[in-house]
């Protein structure tokens, strides 16, 4: 049985959440587990200690009333000595109340981190198209946010500046970069939960977070490189500042801009700011890293291994010629397909290169490898047993590049490029030959896994529109007919469900495909020796500076006719009555 990338189940999402869950809880409580931690007024402090809001009231019991004095949430740097009594005793109540870690708060933190992290793997699994059902990604996103939240709680325990500095919206652009945006929208909103229960579920704190990611996704767009990914930081910034205004006033009843800019290490706002453009620079400086974590290859490796003196390709065009030319045509096209679309363009020409290796262990089954007037193997074995030949090239092609250590991104181009479709032409020559041997659909359909991303999605598509298109006269009615028949085949068949590609998406495929089959195709006029009008002069040898000395005296003799007033031809003189 052939072995494909996993898909998540419903145990499998059950324990990864699980376990995400145990590890947050624990990060969130990490300094109540160690006595030494403690802040004691009077000492120094061993960590930051941030106090949650507090609203400090002044009861009148005669009067039966209550008068609010202050809203407090002291923030105890790290190595400073507590010494306000209000602080202290703030200090002081905060934390006898975790210390030591109570069961029933431990595992209500738990339940939240469960929950949260469930109905995000479960969005993935059952809503998110593509690679976002596979639990290699699944595992890799956790991952990411693990990393994440374990710097941004040492951040906040070693040093006192505020949590609003936090690149929360980094994870959502990654998602982003290797998923789809709206995928990114719901990991922006678990990540907004998460980051906030480290300073105590702080609504205000989490919206900034909420809106610092959403406005990076959305300022994305299709273009997702280079410098689009920075400017996703500044338009985060604009949005966090005027969130977190916002939320002062709706929270506190007011917002004092100038005690904001007073004191611009301490400021919230500002720190809101820099926050959003820190997601920005960190989003970009660590999308290599990031992507790979979540199962991606490099673009440095990927460069790799499209040189054309890989030993694999070497292989491939030593014992499958006409295959590797095949490969060679479709690595243009599908390139120029996900260009379109706005896909990883090199991955899709890698996965091109590769994806019919399993060609060379039986090179002579496939028509495209046979010399003019060479017969073909398939006349003299039944149709059911021509169609296991060629079915075990995916079989063969995913068993060398795995020998060969190529990244499981690019072999995942080997067994979804026919996904789990039908081999039409055997399946139907056995119909007509009675079906001797009683074989249903089953025995014809190739043993892999339909695609999961749009990469996979438009080789499939290529592979057959390239293979069908040496079929037609080159005319773009006929290339039109060929690419449409192709895409609405596949998508009857149920070969694209997963791949997450829209309609409008096919669409763009379908008119840049045809473009670049009219452009491969183009016609030429006929040169004069095609033409057959007799015998005709064939130009001699000449070097660079015969050239240069022929142009020379051409141009010397044009300028001394051009001078000499015998060589005019004389005006037609009138004739006479």
Known sequence: MLRTRIIASTLGILVVSAVFAAVMTFVNRAETFVAPFEVEPGMPAPVTLRVPWTRVVDIDHDQARARALASRAPIVARGTVVDDPEIAALVTEFEEGRRPPRADDLLGLFFVYFLIALMLTAYMRGLSPGRGALIRTQLGLLTLAVVLLVVAKAFLLLTPLPAHLIPVAAMSVWTALYLDRRTALIVGLAMAFFAASLVGFRLATAAVYLATSVASVLSLGSKKKGLKVLQTGVIAAVVAGGVYAAARVIFDGHFDFYAEIADPLRSPMLASIAGGLASGVVAWAFSGLAVIVLGSVSRTRLLELSDLDQPLL????????????????????????????????????VGAYYHDLGKTCQAKYFVE?????????????????????????????????????????????????????????????????????????????????????????????????????????????????????????????????????????????????????????????????????????????????????????????????????????????????
């Open 314 to 349: 070497k292989k491939m065009a030593r014992e499958a010629p006409g295959s590797w030319e095949h490969s060679r045509a479709m690595a243009n096209l599908a390139e120029a397909a996900a260009n379109a679309i706005g896909a990883d363009a090199l991955l899709t020409r």
């Open 369 to 577: 490898n046979l010399q003019p007037g060479e017969p073909t193997p398939h006349r003299h074995i039944p149709a059911d047993l021509s169609a296991d030949a060629i079915m075990a090239h995916v079989v063969e092609g995913v068993n060398i590049l795995r020998d060969g250590r190529i990244p499981e991104p690019v072999i995942e181009f080997a067994y979804t490029h026919h996904g789990t479709s039908v081999i039409e032409y055997f399946w139907h020559k056995t119909l007509e030959e009675g079906n001797p041997r009683q074989r249903d659909e089953s025995f014809f359909r190739y043993p892999g896994m339909r695609p999961r991303t749009k990469e996979t999605a438009i080789v499939m598509l290529i592979d057959a529109i390239e293979a069908a298109s040496r079929t037609v006269e080159p005319d773009r009615q006929e290339f039109e007919a060929v690419v449409q028949r192709i895409i609405f085949g596949k998508l009857r068949q149920g070969q694209l469900d997963e791949c997450g590609l829209t309609l409008q998406e096919l669409r763009t495929i379908s008119s840049k495909v045809v473009d670049s089959l009219c452009s491969i195709y183009h016609s030429r006029i006929k040169y004069p020796w095609q033409e057959k009008k007799g015998d005709l002069p064939q130009p001699g040898a000449a070097t660079e500076d015969d050239v240069a000395k022929a142009r020379q005296s051409a141009a010397e003799h044009e300028h001394a006719e051009d001078e000499d007033p015998s060589s005019e031809n004389p005006l037609p003189q009138p004739e006479a009555p």
